[in-house]
């Protein structure tokens, strides 16, 4: 969860948070300490620089940190996790505070990666029986959870994740614990008067933005 601290307390990233989304999109993980004022991301370092540890650091652990990063005119809480498995690095995660609509890094994932309305894509989308949960995967490594936090609201991302050196733990568990939402799902999304506002607006962008070129 995000942590609830004071906001002069929290450094502030000189990345904005959507160089940070490029960034994680890009190399499935972030390989640039500095970017959180570190030399590197040994666990010795991120101790020293008042990152939690979570886990059992003999099994799966991680560690995380709060910040604060720049989103369009305003200030965002993001939490930076550093994953390991005993000793052996296994990437980075964020956890997003609400504030950013799945739809916003949707359209800022297309457009930094030049795709134009004819390009295919390579998005899953899946969901929790009751769709107020779902998770997008992109380009079959990378994995952005949302949810939906009112009922009249849009999707919220809450975490970026991706795979890590060819392994596929964090699309696997997708696939495994959600219901994928298909293209035919989608459109009935759209017609149907009895889904939920997210879930609606989400199909409308889907089908305005994102097809006819990726039905699957």
């Known amino acids: 969860m995000i942590l609830v601290e004071a906001l002069e307390t929290l450094k502030m990233l000189n990345v904005p948070f959507l160089a940070l989304f490029d960034l994680h999109l890009k190399e499935k993980t972030i390989n640039h300490p500095d970017l959180f004022g570190l030399k590197d991301f ?25 910040y604060t990063a720049r989103y369009n005119h305003r200030v965002l809480h993001i939490v930076f996790k550093r994953y390991f498995c005993s000793d052996r690095d296994k990437g980075s995660g964020i956890s997003i505070a609400p504030g950013v609509r799945l739809t916003s890094l949707l359209r800022r994932y297309t457009r930094s990666q030049g795709i134009n309305p004819t390009t295919p894509l390579s998005l899953e989308f899946y969901f929790s029986e009751d769709k107020k949960e779902g998770a997008l995967i992109l380009d079959d490594s990378n994995v952005i959870r949302f949810n939906q936090l009112d009922n009249r609201g849009s999707y919220m ?26 293209f035919e799902s989608m459109r009935e999304a759209l017609r149907k008067r009895d889904v939920s506002t997210a879930l609606h607006r989400l199909a409308e962008y889907y089908f305005k933005h994102l097809t006819p070129s990726n039905p699957t």
Not at 50 to 56: K, N, P, Q, R, S
């Open 42 to 66: 040994s666990p010795s370092e991120l101790m020293a620089n008042d990152y939690e540890l979570v886990g059992d650091p003999s099994d799966f652990h991680l560690y995380e940190k709060t």
């Open 157 to 182: 991302a809450a975490t970026l994740e991706s795979d890590h050196d060819g392994v596929k733990i964090t699309t696997h568990s997708v696939r495994t614990t959600m219901d994928h939402f298909t």
